[in-house]
């Protein structure tokens, strides 16, 4: 993917090309107008800080032409690590119903039609609805968030998202008590997606989830990425992100949420029970039955012949996920 021609933000009174400027320049910046805000005095509500980038003007993203989508970044949620560029997250992915190369995806994804959009909550509810995306995107307050993402097969990156924890979707759908799990589907429409004529998984991409996972507050219900509404090579228009699991489980481009009473199926585990479990915590004294899980490479960052960095258990997110597992042996339920 080429830049098609230089763009100019302003960024906190400076004039700068894009081409100059790295995304981590983006976050310092942005987190140093924020240290100012604090520092005024400004409110702060409930530990995140309301305070959009609508507020100092324009965000970096090279892609001048996708619609933005103004959030508050969430302090709480926000890992002090370099975020990955915008360039590498939009075009090294995985999303298989449009081939299995990294840039088949940003390649192939034009034929996805995000807009309009319905997702059915549905199953053990108290109120099944069919909601479209716009409907969805009002839903409750947006929030950025910068998480950790660390594919199963070794490889991560720091991404800004943008979107609402997912309790705040299963609160309105109130949950009776036979609803035990979330089960994520995702659109497979041969027609917008040339990868589903391949077979290798079993159509629809499903997901899911234990209730408690479902409804932690680091479960994100994600329609944007970087500032904008997510490329459609991300997920778009809606997907989950769960930072503490491997990728596969951050289900893209969802059609139904359904809660059921039974562990759902799911594709990898399915494709592969022995490789890819239900749980799929990262957990770096796993190995994946083919490689090890103790290390990564940070996309953007570090090169081929770079000692890798080390892999953190619940990739850094212990404090706020271990409880949930507390008692289950990690090695039978990976
Ligand atoms: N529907 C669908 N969702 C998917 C996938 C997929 O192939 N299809 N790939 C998963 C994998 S393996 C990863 S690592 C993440 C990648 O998300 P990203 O491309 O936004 O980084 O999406 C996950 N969600
Ligand atoms: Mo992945």
């Given amino acids: 993917m080429l830049i098609k021609r230089e763009q100019r933000i302003l960024l906190a009174g400076e004039d700068i090309a894009a081409s100059d400027i790295t995304a981590r320049a983006v976050f310092d910046n942005r987190r140093r107008v924020l240290q100012a805000a604090g520092a005024a005095g400004l409110a702060v509500a409930g530990g995140a800080l309301g305070f959009g980038r609508a507020a100092f003007g324009a965000y970096a993203s090279p ?54 959009w319905r997702i059915s909550v549905e ?26 993402h660390r594919c199963v097969e070794g490889w991560s990156m720091v991404i800004p998202w943008v979107g609402y924890p997912l309790a705040e979707l299963i609160k309105r759908a109130q949950p009776t008590n036979n609803a035990k799990f979330v089960q994520f589907i995702t659109l497979a429409d041969p027609s917008q997606m040339p990868g589903i004529a391949d077979p290798i998984l079993n159509w629809p991409y499903s997901e899911g989830l234990r209730m408690d996972e479902a409804l932690n507050p680091l479960t994100l219900l994600t329609m944007g990425v970087y500032g904008q509404v997510l490329p459609n090579q991300n997920g778009a228009p809606i997907r ?22 039974q562990q759902p199926p799911t594709s990898w585990n399915t494709y592969a029970p022995h490789e890819y479990g239900f749980y799929s915590n990262v957990n770096p004294n ?24 080390k892999t953190l258990m619940f990739n850094g997110y212990g404090p706020l996920v271990a409880s949930m597992y507390q008692g289950m042996d990690l090695r039978k339920y990976f």
């Fill in 240 to 261: 989950v992100v769960l930072p503490w699991k491997y990728g596969f489980k951050s289900a893209k481009s969802i059609v139904k949420i359904r809660f059921v009473e």
């Fill in 63 to 116: 892609d001048a032409k996708a619609h933005k989508l103004v959030a508050a970044t969430n302090a709480k949620f926000v890992v002090d690590e370099k975020v990955t560029p915008y360039q590498d997250v939009t075009t090294y992915n995985n999303f298989y119903e449009f081939g299995t190369g990294k840039s088949d995806p940003s390649q192939n994804a034009g034929t996805l039609r995000p807009h309009p």
């Fill in 123 to 148: 199953g053990e509810i108290k109120n099944p609805k069919v909601y479209d995306i716009d409907e969805l995107l009002k839903l409750a307050p947006l929030e950025e968030r910068v998480y950790r």
């Fill in 286 to 309: 796993v190995d994946h039955p083919r490689w090890s899980q103790a290390t990564e490479r940070r996309i953007g960052e570090d090169g081929f012949f770079k000692p890798k960095r």
